[in-house]
């Protein structure tokens, strides 16, 4: 249900800002079968990749929001990783997962939703990076990352 509270959805049946629950949403969807087609369509890629990736991996486990989302004017969909909770994160595991978008060379979005949940940032992750890091580079690239969104003004964005 992290989705649920951390995006932002602007469809005509539903229009909720990020950080904000859904009305809908009381210990799940109360609308699952008629919900609108903006959250029928949206995919979690821990649930697209779920023979990859275990129970571990839920968004509430594992503090972090993994989805493809849609480039603004552009039929692309690019990885972004939203950390919900960095407490909870496994940051080798996290960077394998990272790592074969990096070296194919997509781009790779990773973002931080803050404490109040309400303000989404989110930079590039292949910035800085080489293609061939491992998986210590990695890992040291997203807390770096981590840390410097954190350090950032309220309401700024990459």
Known sequence: MACCQVLDIEDPELVKPAGILCRHCSNGCSIYPTRPNACRDWLCMWRELSGLLDESWRPDRSGVLMQMAEVAGSDVRIPCFEILDDAKVDWIGLAALVAPYLRAGDDV??????????????????????????????????????????????????
């Open 109 to 158: 979005r990773f973002g931080l939703v803050t404490d109040n949940g309400k303000q989404r940032r989110n930079l590039p992750l292949s910035r800085g990076l080489p293609a061939d890091a491992d998986l210590r580079e990695i890992k040291s690239g997203l807390l770096g990352a981590l840390q410097a969104m954190k350090a950032w003004p309220s309401g700024a964005r990459a």
